[in-house]
């Protein structure tokens, strides 16, 4: 499975951002997908992410104003992000695991390049 980020960029707090996560392959449909961020000189963190199944999880931090979602048919997972704070800026990637979720990256088998999140005050 390749997967390719996308939809990162400059935003004022509390405005809103849609990241999008484009998959390589036929069997999307069979994996889970989270998305993680990184901030600078902070390890990588969980921010949500959908099983195979349907099941959803969020970070604590972001439940409420981000919302993660799939579509099988065009092999893509999306992330709405809605009243961003500057906390939020982070590189942030999609990874893939079989069948089920994680908040654990390590329990991820694969990583899209990352789409850089910058919210300014």
């Known amino acids: 499975v390749q997967l390719q980020a996308s939809g990162g960029g400059l935003v004022q707090a509390g405005g809103s951002l849609r990241l999008s996560c484009a998959a390589s392959?036929?069997?999307?449909?069979?994996?889970?997908m989270g998305w993680f961020r990184q901030a600078p000189g902070k390890e990588r963190e969980f921010v949500a992410a959908v099983s195979s199944g349907g099941s959803i999880f969020y970070a604590d931090s972001v439940k409420g104003r981000f919302t993660i979602s799939r579509d099988n048919a065009k092999n893509a997972v999306y992330l709405q992000m809605n009243s961003l704070k500057p906390e939020d800026t982070a590189v942030y990637y999609c990874?893939?695991?079989?069948?089920?979720?994680?908040?654990?990256?390590?329990?991820?088998?694969?990583w899209g390049q990352g789409t850089q999140v910058t919210v300014s005050s």
């Open positions: 990874a893939a695991k079989f069948i089920s979720i994680s908040r654990s990256p390590s329990e991820y088998d694969y």
């Open positions: 392959g036929r069997t999307f449909s069979r994996y889970g």
